[in-house]
């Protein structure tokens, strides 16, 4: 090296390596650096599979939603419940969404990556053997996140996974109650957190999550999903059928509740993507259906219920102009009061649109919204409990379902008339999504964190029970 | 630190392909001065690029002074092996693999004893010389984008700062291909900051810069390589990654290249006719509907035509390939293109002059005979010639048998039918995708890209600000077709909706709440605006907004609907309702002139002839990625000089090392 070029290793600090913050959920995995403020990169934690040329095919990434494929079927490794199923491809889908944006497919050997000058012949030839077993995160501490409930199994081979097969070099696994709980800026809360597949309430107390007081239940994005579609069983003037867009060729302006007129695509049968494709691209348009037209109904009473008028809530919601939405297949209609039934069942769970033949069984009172906070709370200690409902934080992104907080808010005042209830829910599209990633990013970048790591050698040592004993 | 001129700033953006390069900002923003070839060939040494392709050949003579003899050895390129002289083991080594092999004497191993040899000995000679039109052996360092050959890669940056040889208080600005990953960014970073001792460095995502160079704050651009498509969405100068359609591979220029071979391959097309085919000016994208010219009236071009009848088509038309021409085929007077001859003065200058003279009647008579055809549009046309060049190798003649490689370019007229209008659609060939056709799945990213940006109330402004650049987008037609598949797929139908909608809910009641944030009225922009949300009438924000610069984005013909329509694209509400292009920008004398629609010209040689063209030549708006690059560079190293963090200095880079331009990314 020449001597007159300033910068080395030693200059700028070893301590500069930034961790990497994984978010793994059930809809989407999140991960990016630690210290910034999105994640970069976002994926689906689908993923697709088929055969071509007699070679079996993964898909990760958004990808998946963009190009069909032959014989597609869509799976996900992450059961309903939010703990992982099939843990080599979870492993997989989590790796993909790190070296995708962040870390690259795999790290250049650094005596060829023309950093640094090698004289001839000093090739260290044992370097060969090194570089073919080169690890994705070889030179990464990895934070990652799970949900309160995940058993001790999971725990163990997640950091298995992460010291073994990614090769990191420091490990932390954090509940993202806890996380969403630091990204609001509060040791102590109250986490709602409605995601996709699970609503989940969690009391954390100085960071430490209240085990006895976590609630979790089905009631999350894609049960609105199944009340949504159940709607549009029913729907009148016509049943709706949702067609992705894959399946349509063009479609022609047609009045609102007039049969659509369009061209649709066909695949012959053995080439045709398998119905979870289907179901998943169905998904994207009922999201944009849950973005543009759901609403929450504001409160202050049940939807079914009288408001403080006198008036029928149902019918003064039919009186409020009704949501436009055209499918893909160019079917438009105006939703008046039903955009907000679909959602009802959160907080009245009589409210539910019945559908026999939906994945989600009718959803029982104690599954609400409302009935996990109240039993989140009666699982602690009654001192703390005005400090919780205090400090309420409303995170994941079915909370984002228009006009939700204000309806939570009224309900909590109801439930509890007497203590201070205070809901801190960000305004910020992307602090709601990813308020647990963003905790952990906060989390990793702390320099007093720096003891919490599991360090590799600590692994070695102890095996995977450390987890258990040092993340709680 | 004084501030940077303009004249010392070095833009490079590199692709899979070409690689542009600037040294200095002009007046009045012009498009690349160099253009390199991405591609490098291994040098003899492991590890070590060289530029061009060097060949070895030899001779043999008879030493007039043995010793003396090595040192006559003709260098041309900069090998450092070489100038060790023929003893070197290395040379060997390579000449074993060459194919001279043959020529190969016994005693070439052994320097020594052939040196020490006298007595007029024949000793043979070696010469090196760039061979600046052949890929042969060459690596292209980047594929659809990624970094796939990271010393290559950095030998390339190294040959590009080289050649142009900036002074020493250059800023440098790097196009980022939206595929590169963090790390790749940090070892860029580190490489840049380390070799190349820069003051200052900005690493400016490709997208980003499109949007500077159309002068627009938020947009959709859609960048059409070779072989793959990114689609990324601008909102207020901010790439949104999520979602984001990322080197999007079989999407580029090639695809339809491909599907031209495959429609003419039975008519005796090879694949770089089909290139050249592509790139000539008969080659169009007719909008849909269009009835393709020469067919019955009811058979329209349809992109999601089954291949069935397209192959019908295909045979109804027939003896497409017809050489007009005749007389070219190796016709040694056509047209020699052979630099190295005429700086080694193999040939005189006023031969090749007068050469070129010849080669210009000839395309002037053929020029004269297209201009007689040319009464009718091309898209009318049931059948259009274009001019196919090709480079051959000439055998070394016979009497100089050390000259270096000669090429001979023939022309000649190919005639091709309607296929030319087909290029984007579906292949026949099974694939692994089941979309029908480049356009489909450009649409579809588009669709999925604009869906996934957070902020729903730009997405309206998205679909109407659609940008199409790279060079695989040139052909003719291409932004049109696209935008008419998405009008065709996605585009709301105005029925019903719009009259019915967006009235204002008027019992929404305002609940102060911890965090839930009440929509200030200036909530246009911001991103925490709740559409509808808590307490803020929507018409009265539309109202506040009546004059506001995004209201004269609104679909013309509705004026009466300004409140209710501006509310629509600030609610939210379901989009697209309309898609529409941005205009580029009028104020780059040098861009305008050539996104004019290019010349019969078009191919401008092989591809890749070695070493940087200069140039611009027939270089549109395709390239706008390059002048967002000088437009930002004057921004950012020289009206902001750093104040807003545009660019990495070197004194941040030595604090806080490569990862801190996680920070500055562009």
């Known amino acids: ?472 | 630190m004084p501030p940077f001129k303009d004249e010392h700033i070095l833009i490079i953006a590199p692709g899979s392909q070409v690689t542009l390069a600037q040294l200095g900002l002009p007046e009045s923003f012009t498009p690349a001065r160099f253009r390199f070839p991405t591609r490098m060939f291994p040098a003899e040494k492991k590890g070590e690029y060289e530029p061009y392709r060097i060949r070895e050949r030899r001779q043999e003579l008879k030493p007039a002074n043995g010793h003396n003899a090595p040192k006559d050895v003709e260098m041309k390129g900069a090998e450092p092996t070489a100038q060790e002289g023929t003893g070197n083991s290395d040379v060997v080594k390579t000449e074993g693999s060459e194919e001279q092999k043959a020529e190969k004497t016994d005693n070439v191993a052994e320097g020594e004893p052939q040196e020490g040899a006298e007595n007029g000995q024949t000793v043979e000679e070696i010469f090196y010389e760039e061979d600046v039109a052949s890929d042969e052996g060459a690596i292209f360092p980047m594929e659809n984008g990624r970094i796939m050959d990271w010393s290559c890669f950095f030998a390339l940056l190294t040959h590009i700062h080289n050649t142009l040889s900036p002074p020493f208080h250059t800023p440098i600005m790097l196009i980022a291909e939206p595929v590169w990953s963090l790390r790749d960014r940090e070892a860029i970073t580190q490489f840049v900051f380390e070799k190349f001792k820069t003051p200052a460095f900005c690493l400016m995502d490709s997208a980003l810069a499109v949007c500077y160079g159309y002068g627009t704050a938020t947009a959709t651009v859609v960048d059409v390589g070779k072989d793959k498509v990114d689609v990324t969405a601008v909102t207020d100068f901010v790439v949104n990654e999520h979602g984001r359609g990322i080197a999007l591979e079989g999407c580029g220029g090639d695809y339809m290249t491909d599907r031209l071979v495959e429609l003419l391959r039975s008519k005796g097309f090879s694949r770089e006719m089909c290139e050249q085919l592509k790139q000539s000016n008969i080659t169009e994208l007719l909008p849909q509907g269009t009835p393709l010219p020469g067919t019955a009236a009811t058979a329209q071009q349809d992109i999601n035509h089954t291949s069935g009848s397209a192959d019908a088509r295909e045979g109804s038309d027939e003896g497409a390939l017809k050489s007009q021409n005749g007389s070219a085929e190796n016709e040694e007077d056509e047209g020699v293109l052979d630099v190295a001859a005429i700086v080694s003065g193999d040939a005189s200058a006023s031969d090749y002059i007068a050469k070129r003279e010849q080669e210009k009647s000839v395309l002037k008579k053929s020029a004269d005979q297209n201009a007689k055809a040319l009464r009718l549009p091309n898209s009318k046309k049931e059948k259009a010639t274009f001019q196919y060049q090709q480079f051959v190798r000439l055998e070394p003649d016979k009497d100089a048998p050390t000259g270096p490689g000669r090429f001979i370019r023939q022309t000649r007229d190919i005639e091709v039918g309607i296929e030319r209008f087909l290029a984007a659609t579906p292949k026949q060939k099974i694939e692994d995708r089941l979309s029908s056709g480049i356009l489909e799945d450009i649409a579809t990213q588009i669709h999925h890209t604009i869906l996934a940006v957070p902020d729903a109330t730009k997405r309206s402004d998205l679909w109407d600000s659609l940008i199409v650049v790279g060079n695989g987008s040139k052909i003719k037609g291409f932004t049109q077709a696209l935008l008419g598949t998405i009008n065709q797929k996605f585009v709301l139908s105005p029925s019903g909706t719009i009259f019915t909608s967006e009235i204002p809910s008027n019992f929404s009641t305002p609940i102060p709440t911890g965090g839930t944030n009440t929509p200030a009225p200036q909530g246009l922009s911001g991103p925490m605006h709740h559409p509808g949300g808590p307490g803020v009438n929507p018409l009265l924000v539309a109202a506040t907004h009546s004059n506001n610069p995004a209201a004269s984005n609104m679909p013309p013909g509705t004026p009466q609907m300004d409140p209710l329509s501006h509310h629509r694209s600030t609610g939210h509400s379901q989009t697209p309702t309309s898609v529409r292009t941005v205009k580029p920008p009028e104020y780059f004398a040098e861009w305008k002139e050539q996104s004019a629609p290019n010349a019969a010209q078009n191919a401008s040689g092989p591809p890749g002839p070695g070493g940087p063209a200069s140039g611009g030549g027939n270089r549109g708006m395709e390239e706008a990625v390059f002048l967002g690059a000088q437009v930002a560079s004057k921004v950012i190293f020289v009206l902001d000089q750093g104040l807003s963090k545009g660019f990495m200095s070197r004194v941040e880079y030595n604090e806080n090392g490569p990862s801190a331009i996680h920070e500055y990314f562009m």
């Open chain 1, 1 to 472: 090296m020449n001597p007159s070029v300033p910068p080395s290793a030693a200059e700028y600090g070893g301590d500069e390596v930034s961790a990497i913050v994984l978010d793994p959920g059930f809809s989407t995995t999140r991960a990016g650096f630690a210290g910034e403020d999105t994640p970069k990169s976002l994926i689906p934690s689908y993923y697709g599979k088929y055969s071509f040329e007699g070679q079996e095919k993964l898909i990760f990434g958004d990808d998946v939603f963009v190009t069909p494929r032959p014989g597609l079927s869509i799976h996900n490794p992450i059961g309903r419940d939010g703990i992982v199923e099939d843990w080599d491809m979870a492993e997989k889908v989590w790796e993909h969404s790190f070296t995708s944006r962040l870390t690259g497919a795999k790290p250049g050997n650094p005596l060829q990556n023309g950093l640094n000058d090698v004289a001839d012949g000093e090739f260290p030839t044992e370097m060969e053997g090194v570089e073919a077993e080169e690890k994705p995160l070889a030179d990464s501490p990895l934070l990652m996140s799970e949900s309160s409930w995940n058993p001790t199994k999971a725990r163990e081979k997640t950091i298995e996974i992460a010291m073994e097969k990614w090769g990191t070099p420091a490990f932390y696994l954090a509940r993202n109650g806890v996380l969403a709980a630091f990204a609001a800026g509060k040791a102590s809360a109250l986490v709602v957190d409605i995601g996709a597949s699970n609503i989940s309430v969690t009391p954390v107390h100085d960071g430490m999550i209240l085990k006895r007081g976590v609630q979790h239940s089905p009631l999350g994005g894609d049960y609105i999903s199944s009340q949504i579609r159940a709607l549009f069983k029913s729907n009148a003037p016509q049943p709706i059928t949702i067609i992705p867009h894959y399946l349509i060729s063009s479609k022609a302006a047609v009045e609102a509740g007039q049969p659509p007129q369009a061209k649709y695509k066909t695949f012959p049968p053995d080439r045709a993507p398998d119905s979870s494709y289907r179901s998943l691209l169905e998904e994207r348009t009922l999201s944009e259906f849950k973005e543009c037209v759901v609403q929450v109904w504001p409160g202050p009473t049940k939807l079914s219920a009288t408001g403080p008028n006198g008036v029928v809530n149902e019918d003064m919601a039919r009186s409020s102009p009704g949501r436009p939405f055209e499918f893909p297949d160019g079917y438009n209609q105006v939703f008046g009061v039903d955009r907000y039934r679909v959602v009802e069942s959160l907080f009245d769970a009589k409210a539910a649109v019945p559908d026999p033949d939906s994945l989600f069984p009718a959803p029982t009172q104690a599954q609400t919204v409302p009935e996990l906070i109240k039993a989140a709370l009666g699982g602690v200690d009654v001192d703390i409990r005005p400090h919780l409902l205090a400090n309420v934080v409303v995170t994941g992104a079915s909370s984002l379902l228009h006009g939700f907080t204000d309806r939570l808010n009224q309900e909590l005042m109801q439930s509890y008339p007497g203590p201070r209830v205070r809901i801190s829910a960000p305004g910020h599209i992307s602090e709601r999504k990813f308020s647990s990633w963003i905790g952990g990013s906060i989390l990793a970048s702390l320099g007093t964190f720096h003891q919490m790591w599991i360090s590799k050698k600590e692994f070695d040592e102890h095996g995977p029970n450390i987890v258990e004993k040092r993340c709680k």
